[in-house]
């Protein structure tokens, strides 16, 4: 092509013919300052947007202190921690297992994609059919969890072990079991009757665990 | 495993791992108090949730008054009627039928699954080749309807039925073809038009039924 | 509107604008006989299709024998069950509880519509913050439950309970952890390491609920 | 950038890097030799797909014979009469309106958006609340018509009216209100009860639409 | 059916079983004056919606002076130019191209369905194995462009061209490539990376098209 | 809870409640053997479904010779690559940039979650209004991309550098925009026409990335 000196008009005319509030579209910052909807939280102002928005840094960093119960800590990143993640259906996690660390079973709304960063883990899920499939992850490798089944993994090695997971999804809702029943403030009676444990087990637990309403 | 004494170490790093609003993505209780949106309401603080927002129960009751020219009554049970529902993807309606009771012709976005719950009635429903489906369907039976297709059911018994059906959406749009037509404020001459009735007829039915610009 | 005579006219010319296999876009019955997919099964020849495929009874009777451990029994009604939910987005599942009858701690991917049709039983869920939600629901009450967080109920009268479950989806994945864990062949030393529970009551779970690879 | 010379190992590396087949996921041309299942049809041979696979021309002709009791004709183009709308989430229709011409009261699951392409109409729809919307409609406006709502349109110029309509769905379900109550297969009596039409009034319209079953 | 009298009852209680906001679900015409959020805008007070709120007449009009570089123009209507497209899943866009004239390669999430409204146009797309689809569209005809592949179109008659464009989602985002690189902010040392152009021939595209950081 | 002995009933009648095929609804690994559809491939037969099909290890390994043109090299991995991803929603990219290895723009119809794995890049986008983002991102960072957006990576480090990129599909649809131009069979007239390069600029890169039809 050519015709150089009508770039002025280019310019001029073809911004004129996209709407000034149109970047709204591209993305969505979460502004976690209004409260969410079931599709995630209101846009915070495009203009004041900057390319910090959508980098997050916080995977690589130790999730927390594994001196603990499982020799492990997870740091579950959701729009409330990275607000860049708001509409784009995508969300991770970061997992640390110290020596003979465990990460408990847990379960969520959708699928999951566990990456093996460093170290080895066994890692396994159980199907709604109660057929158990685990394999040792090394680094690199990946393990595809299909959505709501009960999963776990532990490191294997004689060093610390990291994962990151990944989620389609831009909430993804971790319940670990053992929190989720002996950690929680379900009255031990009830427990007794919908767990197939006893009720010196279930007040054991609840000990252990920090749970209430022994 | 073993180790009691930590387990403080676990209840205080394992908490503050999850973020304190990460309960707002389990669930988004409706606040009808804002406007809502394409996915729906906004949520309700959620440190004010209680498992009442969890529990309806409105279908127990009669959805209304039969005395009328069908002889039923229905409830309608969306997001504003159960703000448990918002996010939810699923609501619910109950038809009250007396003797000889009928709920006219209407339709909806959405599937529907209708439950028999007391006595007897004939459901049908006619598919965009205008071929009719029907059957009488019994206490404890279902019948599933695709969505948006015209779907009608008429008690067949000499004792009152109930049915309850089921969406899989959070928002039911059931439109009953009468009212719509002959109920609405759509003129008289425009009905003339657009339907296969003479003039008489149209009048006599938005007589009947209350529509309004005769 | 006016003139009969051409009704001929509309006949041919009307049903010609329509595709004749455009039936198979208003519903899509599945043919179990083929393998499924991530949407579910390809549709049965639309010509073969009666108002019987969009009929289901099995929800009318008990969902099975519940002389057992839990005293109760479920049926889960997915596709396979009734291929007329095939693409519907809807689902549904009976339990049956005796007097003191138990539905276990259990999760699926999406929500789901507790219904109570007799007696009365104590439902409750545990959130992913590990609070628990709970109550007496009655006959006609309902309870929303979301997606994929443990729940449990059970029998809390004199006299056998039934409750229906609904789903926004055409395939529920009801996981029971007691099964998971201890029905599956998942090796006791996992579930020493990945649960708090000792190797004795691991063993004694296991040798309870027919779990193998003790 | 530089370096000519080693554009033949782009060129063999980097095609080597996508799989020969991951063409299929850009599109996917259905075979309608194959049964369809909820999600759309399976994939034709990407191998044997051309540009003609993704042009349709039929909207640029009649939709067919005017010469009816509505002085109108529709074609509904959906996956069956273009395949390359599958899995593309968007189907039309062409309307050819004599004068006088009228497209009766219809719906649909999914939204529409209506074009005015040649004369003048008026269009409306009416919501779940018996509230009428309705306006004149010329070349080049467009009107929005909210999922399952009944809607109409008709001529009100001296000339004959095309207008064209736009789905958010690759199978969009015209339902004619009047053929699905009067040219349908539904035994009178079933009509006469639970529609507010007298039974010489629903003998009179299956007569002049053709229903069966009087 | 009969028994005209009663018509009161019908009118009160039928009226009572809608909830007096259910018209909200009908739709949701966008309010513009409240921030958007991934699912789009919350919804203008329903009570004073009318039909104008459903009606667009922008795509009648020319898009824009068309005396630039590509002799062309157009105009993309998402929510913030048709507050009623809010949650419908369809938008449009219309391009003018003059004698000459070209829409340069461009590309946006969702299918496109071009339609030929004026004139002829040679349209295509390039696929992600980089084979090229091309064809010249005349007035009525349409091609459908999958999701995201890079297409073009310019006219090749001796008048001038227009062209309507719909798309499967409220808010479609075109991003012209070159208006992306060379009317962008990107620094002309990063585009001498990125790009297989050298430096001079940058240089000359951003004077061209009136990019910065030079 | 007790009474071990009845343990046989609770295996025998909980398996019988589950439909032997019911496996099929926790995971559908695709059959690569049978024709794609919108949603995906057929599912594999369950019963033949072990742990490996659920685990990838493709990601650990360098992604291709990076002796090219662009010191670079991809391996974008969809269902295709690891059939488990089938209907999962989620899929994945390793880059590998060697010293100065540059990915150039491209795009996909969903978002990326970039990853730095190894090595510094620079990674940056371009939104719709022609605004661009860029920043470095080190080992453990990550940038989150719009959906259709144009982006790019460079190593800016004097060692290679490693990304891996995840996606919210089960397909993402890389296309680089200097393959679809000059490495596709689009003819240079063609080219000449819709892009603001010159004849000689755009039969030099025809020549240098492989394209036909010069």
Redesign the interface.
């Known amino acids: 092509?050519?015709?150089?000196p009508?770039?002025?008009?280019?310019?001029s005319?073809?911004l004129?013919?996209?709407?000034t509030?149109?970047?709204?579209?591209?993305?969505?910052i979460a502004?976690?300052s209004?409260?969410?909807?079931?599709?995630?939280?209101?846009?915070?102002?495009p203009s004041k947007v900057?390319?910090?928005d959508?980098?997050?840094?916080g995977?690589?960093?130790p999730?927390?202190?594994t001196?603990?119960?499982?020799n492990s800590?997870?740091?579950?990143i959701?729009?409330?921690?990275?607000p860049?993640?708001?509409?784009?259906?995508?969300s991770?996690l970061r997992a640390d297992l110290d020596v003979s660390g465990?990460t408990?079973?847990h379960?969520?709304?959708?699928?999951e994609?566990l990456?093996g960063v460093e170290g080895s883990v066994?890692a396994?899920f159980?199907?709604?059919?109660?057929?158990?499939?685990?394999?040792t992850?090394?680094?690199?490798?990946?393990?595809?969890?299909?959505?709501?089944?009960?999963h776990?993994f532990?490191n294997v090695d004689s060093t610390p072990a990291v994962t990151?997971s990944?989620?389609?999804?831009d909430?993804h809702?971790?319940?670990?079991?053992?929190?989720?029943?002996?950690?929680?403030?379900?009255p031990s009676e009830?427990l007794?009757?919908?767990?197939?444990?006893?009720h010196a087990?279930v007040q054991k637990?609840k000990?252990?665990?920090?749970g209430t309403n022994l």
Chains 1, 2, 3, 4, 5, 6 share one sequence.
Do not use: W
Not at 54 to 57: A, I, Q
């Open positions: 092509m050519s015709s150089l009508v770039f002025f008009f280019v310019f005319i073809l004129s013919q996209f709407p509030n149109s970047i709204a579209s591209d993305f969505c502004d976690l209004q409260p969410d909807g079931p599709a995630g939280y209101p846009c915070k102002d900057t390319v910090d959508f980098v997050y840094s995977l690589a960093v999730s927390g202190n001196t603990n119960f499982y800590a997870i740091r579950s959701n729009i409330e921690q990275f860049g993640l708001n509409g784009m259906k995508i991770m465990v408990p079973f379960a969520h709304r959708v699928a994609l990456l066994v396994g159980i199907d709604s059919n109660n057929t158990a499939y685990y394999k992850l090394n680094k690199g490798e990946v393990l595809i969890i299909p959505p709501a089944l009960l776990f532990y990151y990944f989620y389609p999804s909430e809702h971790v319940q670990i079991i053992d929190f989720a029943l002996f950690q929680s403030n379900l009830m007794d009757k919908v767990t197939p444990l006893d087990e637990l000990k252990l665990l920090g």
